[in-house]
C-alpha cells in the first residue's frame, strides 16, 4: 500500500524556517518524481514544487522561489521541502504528492501536514 | 499560466440525481502529438487530502466507481456524477499537467445534497 506521511509542520514567527519532510513506502521511491502542494486554511490547492527521480529537475511556484529548497533522498526513501523566510501567506497544509513522471497527475497524495505562520 | 476555471463554485443536488461540474482552461491542454488531454479531477472530502479520480479527461483511476465520468477536450471538460450518494459530498478541483511543473487547479466546486 503507497503511504506518504508528512512531517515537521508547525507554528514559527514570520521570518523564521521550517523543514517539512515526507516518508515514503509501499512504492520504489527513487523511480518517482515528487512534489508539494498545499491548501490555505478554506482555501484551493496551490502547487509548490516537483522534483524528478534523480534530483536534476527541480521547480517552484513564483511565490516560494528563492525561499523554499525542495530535495530527496532516494535512500531514505523521502522527500523535503526547506522552508526560510516564511510569511503569513505560507499558512497552509502542505501535502506532499506522487508524479509518474512529468506531464502526469498526482496520483497518491499524503495526509497533509499544518504549517502557521503567525507572530 | 494556464488558469483552470470551474463551475459552479457550488452545487446542491438530490441523492440519486445527476451532478455535473465544469471546468475550463486559459489555454488547449490538448496534445496533438498523442491526442491526449492533460486534464485531471480531483475529489476532496472534509479533512482529508485530495484523491485522484479522473485523468487524460476520461480515464478513471482504479477503484474510482463508474458513477464518474470525465469528458471534454480542449479547453472545455466535465465532471458528470450520475445517481449521486450521500459519499459523493466534497469539493471537486480540475487540474492541467500541460504545462509541467507548472501545474495549475481549478478554484475548486462544493457538492452537497439538496
Known amino acids: 500500500e503507497v503511504q506518504l506521511v508528512e512531517s515537521g509542520g508547525g507554528l514559527v514567527k514570520p521570518g523564521g524556517s521550517l523543514r517539512l519532510s515526507c516518508a515514503a513506502s509501499g512504492f520504489t521511491f527513487s523511480t518517482y518524481s515528487m512534489n508539494w502542494v498545499r491548501q490555505a486554511p478554506g482555501k484551493g490547492l496551490e502547487w509548490v514544487s516537483s522534483i524528478n527521480i534523480g534530483s536534476t529537475y527541480i521547480y517552484y511556484a513564483d511565490s516560494v522561489k528563492g525561499r523554499f529548497t525542495i530535495s530527496r533522498d532516494n535512500a531514505k526513501n523521502s522527500l523535503y521541502l526547506q522552508m526560510n523566510s516564511l510569511r503569513a501567506e505560507d499558512t497552509a497544509v502542505y501535502y506532499c504528492a506522487r508524479g509518474d513522471g512529468d506531464y502526469t497527475p498526482f496520483d497518491y497524495w499524503g495526509q497533509g501536514i499544518l504549517v502557521t505562520v503567525s507572530s | 499560466d494556464i488558469v483552470m476555471t470551474q463551475s459552479p463554485d457550488s452545487l446542491a443536488v438530490s441523492l440519486g440525481e445527476r451532478a455535473t461540474i465544469n471546468c475550463k482552461s486559459s489555454?488547449?491542454?490538448?496534445?496533438?502529438?498523442?491526442?491526449?488531454?492533460?486534464l485531471a479531477w480531483y475529489q476532496q472530502k472534509p479533512g482529508q487530502p485530495p484523491k485522484l479520480l479522473i485523468y487524460w479527461a476520461s480515464t478513471r483511476q482504479s477503484g474510482v466507481p463508474d458513477r464518474f465520468s470525465g469528458s471534454g477536450s480542449g479547453t472545455d471538460f466535465t465532471l458528470t456524477i450520475n445517481s449521486l450518494q450521500a459519499e459523493d459530498v466534497a469539493v471537486y478541483y480540475c487540474q492541467q499537467y500541460s504545462t509541467t511543473p507548472r501545474y495549475t487547479f481549478g478554484q475548486g466546486t462544493k457538492l452537497e445534497i439538496k
Open positions: 489555454q488547449s491542454v490538448l496534445f496533438s502529438s498523442n491526442n491526449k488531454n492533460y
